[in-house]
């Protein structure tokens, strides 16, 4: 009767410990329009997978497909990680968005977070982060250290997200220096380290001895750091990560973005099913934007400015387009005793007063 009862007894073991074990970790993929490398826009978004990644051990896994051209391919890629057992997808590129809306539509037990868009629904939200807080920033310690009174910018479309960049520097650096002007070039890519050292050495001609970017490679940096030696009143600024490695000498600072924190947050939300449809647009305030470490070549009165400023942002006392805010023309976009609102930087598609070069058409 004992050797009956003993496969009863551990088959029943064996249930209960199958019951008690915890539920398989949800499978998490990420979109990166450019390789991952050690700095740029994919980097940092690949900075906050891993964070989370290691914040929530055991309850998610993570992938990720680098390198996917917005468009087609994207769609493509998207559709094969819910089909591969992914159950939230987060795709990081504006180019995505379409695609994004597109697959979710197909798979609504799915959940889809698009980076910069505007398109939400039931299944799929968007977040972003107010990048033009820190060009502000950068652009009034640019303001403080030209020689020149000329900035230089490589930027990659003219899309509301880098208009915003453009303006705000300018708003920044015409603050402290009303006889500067921001020379923008367009190089129509995201990541293409040949047009972005090009165009960086094309506004370094034109007399900018203040250089930013709003492209993923370190190209501009590099470009400036090469020059620097024959102009040492010549500097840049970084975007998305600290590029100092890239430009030791003259890199002064740059604006760094975040996304650890979000990432962790909302798949909090998604494992305990309380995630509902967002837009999230955090900035200095929520920790998702950031200033590289300073240049020590940045005056201690400049360094006390810029810390002021940035906690009077934080705190909602100071918006880098507080009226008046002027477009290219002069004419007023926003009345003196009034912030932009979110809807119209969204909605940005010209040059503010104090850019001198001529908007895309499209």
């Known amino acids: 009767m004992q050797n009956l009862k003993t496969p009863i007894l551990i088959l029943g073991l064996a249930a209960g410990a199958l019951m008690a074990a915890d539920p398989a970790p949800t499978q998490v993929g990420f979109v990166y329009v450019s390789p991952v490398g050690d700095a740029g826009w994919t980097y ?53 968005m379409n695609a994004t809306e597109k697959v979710a539509l197909a798979f609504p037990d799915k ?7 505007y398109k939400t629904g039931k299944n799929m939200g968007i977040y972003n982060a107010r990048f033009y807080e820190g060009r502000y920033l950068c652009g009034v310690i ?3 250290m030209t020689k020149s009174h000329v900035a230089g910018y490589v930027a990659a479309f003219p899309i509301p997200e ?31 380290p040949g ?6 050495l094309t506004l370094i001609s034109q007399g900018a001895d203040m250089i930013t970017h709003h492209t993923d490679s370190t ?9 620097h030696k024959e102009n040492p009143n010549l500097y840049s600024f970084s975007y998305h990560s600290d590029m100092a490695k890239y430009g030791p000498t003259s890199q ?7 996304w650890g924190d979000f990432y962790t947050r909302t798949m909090k939300e998604v494992l305990a099913g309380t995630w509902k449809s967002t837009n999230v647009w955090g900035g200095i305030k929520d920790g998702m934007i950031k200033l590289a470490p300073l240049n020590a070549a940045i005056p201690p009165a400049v360094r006390k ?34 912030n932009m609102t979110d809807a119209e930087l969204g909605a940005m598609n010209y040059y503010v007063q104090g850019v001198a070069s001529t908007l895309p058409k499209k």
């Open 305 to 338: 400015q810029v810390a002021g400023l940035e906690k009077d942002i934080a705190a909602g006392k100071l918006h880098p387009f507080a009226g008046p805010v002027l477009g290219q023309d002069g004419k007023e976009i926003v009345p003196k005793g009034r």
């Open 44 to 96: 940092q978004h690949d900075l906050g997978r891993r964070e989370m990644e290691k914040n929530l051990a055991g309850k998610v896994t993570t992938k990720f497909v680098e390198n996917v051209p917005e468009g087609a391919d994207a769609e493509r890629v998207i559709r094969q990680m819910i089909t591969g057992g992914a159950k939230v997808v987060f795709t990081t590129s504006f180019g995505y």
């Open 252 to 258: 002064l600072t740059g604006t760094t973005h975040h």
């Open 162 to 192: 880098v208009l915003q960049g453009i303006n705000a520097f300018t708003q920044g650096m015409r603050s402290v220096d009303p006889k500067a002007e921001v020379r923008v070039i367009w190089v129509n890519s995201w990541f293409d």
């Open 219 to 227: 190209a501009a940096v590099q470009a400036v750091e090469e020059k």
């Open 142 to 144: 640019a303001g403080r």
């Open 195 to 200: 047009k972005e050292r090009e165009a960086a």
């Open 111 to 117: 959940i889809f977070f698009h980076a910069t868009g």
